[in-house]
């Protein structure tokens, strides 16, 4: 068994996490911000986020983007530190905004939730949206379940999204202008969920891909929000290895990176749950070091 190693407890719900310079860099919804932890377990609050921050990246100018996920929005913050609105995603995203990844010429994928998730609503499909380079707001790709956590391939060609209620990770083509085409299955954990009722969708699902990371070997580690572990998931579906999360915890996302990329970092709470999250600070970032790096975006 790998050995888990508590990196810091006491946040609310740990959510983006990334690995820049020398530390992590994570949301804390319910506290409000974004977030650095230092190797050795140093948190320093970087930025407030008043409408709960979640996936992070950054601009080929060293601009951080964070998510703004409750008025749906993508913020900017200039490397001389300068904040501003960088895109308005409240006439596209039906639920939250969610996760993001950043290429490296600048165009940025953006998750929502698709409907309202904390209110118990029925599950409804959502768009996947691109800011490009300029700034300029598109449709990416549309009817996915919950699109969450994505990476992008060393080579900037290959786009894989996880579909948190839709038992899939779905891969796109990168064009060269930044559209997305040849839309497959990249890994495929169950059938695509009959929409209906959300108590009847729920039944279908068998794998819960949240955030991810991607490895130098192809493979993607996955935080699986419905099974309370990590899984690294070869193309086409098999699981080739498993971290579980530690005794009454969950994972909802994770990251390779330290100096070498090969720590793991995961965000462990109780569970997803708005009420009591907003009640406790029970959430955890763990660690755990694995055989092969990260690789590509984020």
């Known amino acids: 068994?790998?050995?888990?190693?508590?990196?810091?407890?006491?946040?609310?719900?740990?959510?983006?996490?990334?690995?820049?310079?020398?530390?992590?860099?994570?949301?804390?919804f319910y506290r409000y911000g974004v977030f650095t932890v230092t190797p050795d377990g140093i948190m320093e609050k970087i930025l407030d986020a008043p409408e709960q921050s979640s996936g992070l990246g950054w601009l080929p100018d060293g601009s951080l983007l964070w998510v703004s996920?409750?008025?749906?929005?993508?913020?900017?913050?200039?490397p001389e530190g300068g904040t501003s609105v960088y895109a308005d995603l409240s006439g596209h995203a039906t639920g939250h905004?969610?996760?993001?990844?950043?290429?490296?010429?600048?165009n940025t994928w953006v998750g929502n939730f698709g409907f309202d998730l904390m209110e118990g609503d029925d599950l409804?499909?959502?768009?996947?949206?691109?800011?490009?380079?300029?700034?300029?707001l598109s449709?990416?790709?549309e009817d996915l379940y919950f699109p969450n956590g994505m990476v992008i391939t060393p080579?900037?060609?290959t786009l894989v999204v996880g579909e948190t209620f839709g038992n899939r990770m779905t891969a796109f083509t990168i064009a060269d202008d930044g559209e997305l085409y040849d839309r497959r299955d990249w890994a495929e954990f169950g059938p695509r969920p009959a929409p209906g009722p959300r108590a009847d969708m729920l039944k279908q699902l068998s794998i819960g891909p949240d955030g991810c990371a991607l490895d130098a070997e192809g493979q993607i580690w996955i935080a699986d929000a419905f099974n309370q572990r990590?899984?690294?998931?070869?193309?086409?579906?098999?699981i080739t290895d498993e971290i579980p999360a530690p005794e009454g915890q969950g994972v909802f996302a994770c990251m390779l990176g330290g100096a070498d990329g090969r720590t793991l970092l995961m965000c462990c709470a109780p569970?997803?749950?708005?009420?009591?999250?907003?009640?406790?600070?029970?959430?955890?970032?763990?660690?755990?070091r694995v055989a092969v790096p990260h690789a590509g975006n984020p």
């Open 1 to 28: 068994m790998a050995e888990l190693n508590l990196l810091v407890d006491g946040g609310s719900f740990f959510e983006g996490p990334r690995w820049r310079g020398d530390r992590w860099w994570v949301s804390d």
């Open 69 to 78: 996920m409750v008025d749906r929005k993508v913020m900017r913050r200039s």
């Open 97 to 106: 905004v969610n996760d993001l990844v950043v290429a490296n010429d600048g």
């Open 124 to 136: 409804k499909p959502a768009k996947l949206m691109r800011i490009d380079p300029q700034g300029n």
């Open 139 to 141: 449709v990416a790709a």
């Open 155 to 157: 080579d900037q060609k």
């Open 230 to 238: 990590c899984i690294r998931v070869a193309e086409g579906g098999e």
């Open 271 to 288: 569970d997803s749950a708005a009420r009591r999250r907003k009640q406790a600070n029970e959430a955890a970032l763990y660690t755990v």
